[in-house]
């Protein structure tokens, strides 16, 4: 890793940052000189209009993607010149993923989706795995549907499997995009209130991208980006946040 | 690795049917290997034996200085002693039967025609030769009937002669003088060496010593002694045995010369070694065949699950480890493939080792070849091995293409991928 470690009060400090495609001869600025601090623990949702740059935000901010400019600093770490395998390796530590379409693997049951990051990880042993395994998808109220697959599931369950998948390795940040989208209301509810649980129990910092209002209303934080810009930071004490 | 191989493994059987698909391409393409094999084996086994039944036998003990000038088939460089020949292979347990061979012109009294006569022991023969079982019409050579003569289907039907009718044979004498007699026919011969069938004259020794004024008697002239040995399993090990048989015979007899039937039939053989070449280039080209299949199935399976290798590399996994997991799916299926191969290759070719192939009908087709009669397979557990081998090692190497594919997906594009 060739990071350095820098001083920093936020988990994650992101700091003019830039991402520029190319286009054929033109060019799509996806996000241009966003800042933004994001303490441990936070319950944060990005929103904005379709194409305002809330999917890139994710993907910088989940190591899927680097930015072509600015300086991004997780947990005291500067990203900025990791290699893929670098980046591989500090999303495998670091971060998780709530995808949309839930995104378990077909082949795998409930218990092995969630194992699967602690697998791809390598550092705790078998028993360990599937201890942490099982503790987690009994938190998400998915206790005796382990050996169940994925198509055996209703998508409310399968969103739960996908939380439990992201929770079991203990990140630094768990990153949901469009989570409910693809849910019932009440299923949604479901699933945003068993997230707000787990990040008031566990501590673990949420950010989402989101058009779902009921995710809107059970953040703590509301982050609004249009064009590419960071145009509003509310958080729900009604102060706004100084870091954009 | 674990993980990768649940995965690849399961998705390997979740995807039935691609998966059978491109099995039982490579069964096909490995089986049509094993089976292509024993037909080449088998006929290689065949040709050898008729040659050793009809024509050459397993061993030929020969002085030096006949075989040097052998196409003259000279009467004046024939075995000193054939008795104690015969005797040096009888101790060894092996039957035996003299031989002397000679250039004969054979008429009708209206057509002459030249021809590389064998005169035989009628009795000793049929324990070294198939050829009294191969008679067509009438019978075989018998001591109490001189003056016959069996000849061969094809030149009988030539000069137009069936048993009974009699034939001028004329021949040079050991004296260099040319003597001629009449001979009566007692059979035709039809075996599947075509140069019996074209050209094939047999004499009872003691007819022939007589045309020929040679020395008469248990120890008159004999041009060589033919030993037979018992069948092999193979054509290998009938080789092998071949060449130790003459190893020993050639202690007890330093001064013959003796050749056994990888020297006989070294003609053969070269053409069989080139054969099998050309044989294993035609099974390459249905593997690589199946191997289009195996990128086209692992390429599909990238296809379907573009969004599942986003999420794998969004949890960490790395580019070589998404590299791994289609290579290992691309092995799953070379196993799956391989095995089927060789179970239908083994089925096929255990029909054509029990029951055969009758090549009568296409005995014409393999020209002056001595191929006829049954064909039967040959077991090799070698060529299934190496059927085996090259099935997996080539879907390995198939997977790599579309697997390569796979490790270099970005994972925003992969996980944006509908």
């Not at chain 1, 630094?172 to 989570?179: G, M, S, Y």
């Not at chain 1, 990040?199 to 064009?227: E, P, Y």
């Not at chain 2, 393409?29 to 009809?54: E, H, P």
């Not at chain 2, 999420?311 to 691309?330: H, K, N, Q, S």
Request: hydrophobic share 45%; glycine share 8%; proline share 4%.
């Amino acid at each position: 890793m060739t990071s350095e470690l820098l001083p920093s009060a936020a988990a994650l400090h992101l700091e003019k940052i830039t991402k520029v495609y190319h286009k054929g001869e033109g060019e799509v600025r996806a996000l241009d000189g966003v800042d933004l601090d994001i303490e441990a623990g936070e319950f944060l949702t990005v929103v904005g209009p379709s194409g305002s740059g809330k999917t890139t935000f994710l993907n910088i901010l989940g190591c899927l993607d680097s930015p072509t400019d600015g300086r991004i600093v997780y947990d005291g770490r500067e990203l900025r010149g990791l290699s893929e395998k670098e980046r591989s390796a500090y999303r495998r530590d670091r971060i998780s993923f709530v995808f949309q379409s839930y995104n378990l693997i077909p082949v795998l049951t409930v218990r092995e989706n969630v194992e699967l990051p602690l697998l791809i990880e390598r550092k705790l042993p078998p028993r360990e795995i599937r201890r942490r395994a099982e503790e987690i998808i009994s938190a998400v109220g998915l206790a005796g549907k382990e050996n169940r697959y994925p198509r055996e599931l209703s998508g409310g369950q399968e969103q739960r499997v996908a939380i439990a998948r992201a929770l079991v390795k203990e990140p630094l940040v768990i990153l949901a995009d469009e989570p409910t989208a693809n849910l019932d209301s009440h299923t949604a509810e479901e699933i945003v209130e068993l997230m707000r649980g787990i990040n008031a129990q566990r501590g673990s910092t949420f950010v989402f991208s989101t058009h779902d209002r009921l995710v809107m209303d059970h953040a703590r934080r509301v982050v609004t980006i249009r064009d590419g810009k960071v145009t509003a930071d509310e958080r729900k004490n009604g102060t706004a946040a100084g870091s954009s | 690795m674990g993980t990768l191989w649940k995965i690849a493994l399961r998705n390997t059987i979740r995807h039935g049917r691609r998966t059978l698909i491109t099995a039982v391409v490579m069964m096909v393409g490995i089986g049509v290997f094993i089976f292509f094999n024993s037909m080449i084996a088998g006929l290689d086994r065949m040709a050898v034996d008729n040659m050793t039944d009809y024509t050459l036998s397993s061993l030929k003990i020969r002085t030096p200085a006949y075989v040097d000038d052998i196409e003259a088939a000279p009467l004046d460089k024939g075995l000193p002693h054939p008795q104690a020949v015969l005797a040096a292979a009888a101790a060894q347990g092996f039957a035996a039967t003299p031989r002397l061979r000679f250039v004969a012109t054979l008429s009708n009294y209206t057509d002459a025609i030249p021809v590389l006569a064998d005169a035989v022991d009628p009795v000793a023969d049929t324990k070294v030769f198939k050829l009294s079982a191969a008679v067509r019409a009438g019978s075989w050579l018998e001591a109490a009937r001189p003056h016959t003569v069996v000849v061969g289907a094809e030149l009988a039907h030539e000069l137009g002669v069936g048993p009974g009718d009699t034939l001028l044979i004329s021949a040079q004498t050991v004296n260099d003088t040319t003597n001629a007699d009449e001979y009566t026919v007692a059979g035709l011969v039809s075996v599947p060496t075509p140069e019996v069938n074209q050209g094939g004259l047999f004499i009872s020794l003691e007819d022939a010593r007589e045309l020929l004024g040679a020395a008469t008697g248990p120890d008159g002239l004999a041009t060589e002694v033919d030993v037979a040995l018992p069948r092999a399993s193979s054509l290998d090990a009938a080789l092998a045995r071949g060449d130790a048989a003459a190893a020993r015979l050639h202690t007890a007899l330093p001064d013959l010369r003796v050749d056994p039937i990888r020297q006989l039939a070294s003609g053969y053989l070269a053409v069989r070694n080139s054969k099998s070449r050309s044989a294993f280039l035609i099974v390459v080209i249905v593997l690589l065949i199946s191997a289009v299949g195996i990128v086209n199935t692992i390429l599909m399976s990238v296809y379907s699950r573009v969004r599942e290798i986003g999420v794998l590399r969004a949890y960490g996994m790395t580019p070589r480890a998404i590299l791994r997991l289609f290579t290992l799916e691309g092995l799953a299926l070379g196993i799956v493939g391989s095995l089927l191969g060789v179970a239908f290759g083994a089925l096929v070719n255990f029909f054509m080792v029990t029951h055969g192939m009758d090549m009568s009908a296409y005995a014409k087709g393999f020209g002056n070849l001595p191929v006829g009669g049954k064909l039967y397979g040959e077991w090799d557990v070698g060529i299934m091995v190496t059927g085996f081998v090259f099935g997996v090692v080539l879907s390995v190497l198939a997977a790599r293409i579309p697997a390569r594919r796979a490790a270099r997906l970005e994972p925003t594009s992969a996980l944006r991928f509908q």
